[in-house]
DNA sequence: AATATTAATCGTAATATTGCAATATATAAA
DNA sequence: TTTATATATTGCAATATTACGATTAATATT
C-alpha cells in the first residue's frame, strides 16, 4: 500500500522512525552538515553547494522544518536556514537511546 | 522520479542515509527493540508481537540483514534473528559521529 | 512603477515503499 | 512418504518519495 501501519506502534516507535526517515536521504544528510559546518546559510548556497535544483532542495529544507530540526529566517529576498540547536538535542537523546541499546537477555543467540 | 542522485553525494553521506532509512520505519525499530530485549527471536514470534502479517515481517528482517544490521539462523523449520552487534557497533559510531557535530563556526545563526 | 533576485509552490513523471494474498521452499514429525 | 509447520518469494495494488520545469510570491533595486 505504500503508507505505515503507525497506529499499531508506539509514539516512540513512531517518532524514531520519522526523524530517522528523514535523515534517510544523503541530500539532507548534506544540507545538515552544511548548516552545522557554517551555521547559517542561505538557501541559494545550498543550492550550489550540494547540486541539487533549487525547488528539490527547497523540499529538503521544508521536510527538515517540519520535523523542527532547522529553522529559517527571511532576509530581504533570500532565507537563511540554521539548525534548531533545541529540537536537534530532543532528536539526539531519542536517537541515542535507541542506538546504544544493550542487550537485555543472557540467554545466546543464534 | 523517485530515485536518489547518489553519485553527487559522499560515501559517508550516502551510508548514514542508508543506516538511517532502514531505521525510518516504525516496523524495522519495534524488530529491534524485541532482539535486544530477547537477544534472539524466532520469526514467527515477532509477527505475534508486531501485528503485521507474515509476509511483511519477512521483507523488514531482509532489508535490515541486508544492511548487516541483523542476522539470522536456521533451526529447524523455524529462522532465530539476533542483532549482528559487530555491524549495530559499526552503524551506531557512525551515526553518533553525525548527531554530536557541533556547530563550527561562530557567526551567529539567524 | 518596472525590473531583478530569491525562494516557495504547483504539477507531473519516474521510481520506491508498504502491505498482503497466494504460492513456493525447506525441514520436522507422523 | 505423507503431512504439518515455519519462513521466503512472487505478484500486485495503493501510496509515498524524489526530482525538476514552470510558475508564483515577496522583497530589493533601479
Redesign the pocket.
Same mark, same amino acid.
Given at each position: 500500500?505504500? +503508507?505505515?501501519?503507525t497506529e499499531i506502534f508506539t509514539a516512540q516507535q513512531n517518532t524514531i522512525a520519522l526523524f530517522a526517515?528523514v535523515i534517510?536521504?544523503p541530500?539532507r544528510v548534506a544540507i545538515l552538515q552544511q548548516l552545522f559546518k557554517l551555521n547559517s546559510c +542561505?538557501?541559494?548556497d545550498l543550492?550550489l553547494e550540494i547540486g541539487?535544483?533549487?525547488?528539490?532542495i527547497?523540499?529538503?529544507?521544508?521536510?527538515l522544518k517540519n520535523l523542527g530540526l532547522i529553522k529559517?529566517n +527571511?532576509e530581504?529576498?533570500? +532565507?537563511c536556514y540554521c539548525i534548531d540547536q533545541e529540537n536537534w538535542s530532543k532528536m539526539k537523546e531519542l536517537m541515542s537511546e535507541f542506538l546504544n541499546q544493550d542487550i537485555q537477555s543472557n540467554g545466546s543467540c543464534c
Open positions: 500500500m505504500g +503508507v505505515s501501519k526517515k534517510g536521504h541530500a +542561505v538557501c541559494g543550492v541539487l535544483a533549487q525547488p528539490t527547497s523540499q529538503h529544507l521544508k521536510e529559517g +527571511v530581504g529576498t533570500s +532565507v
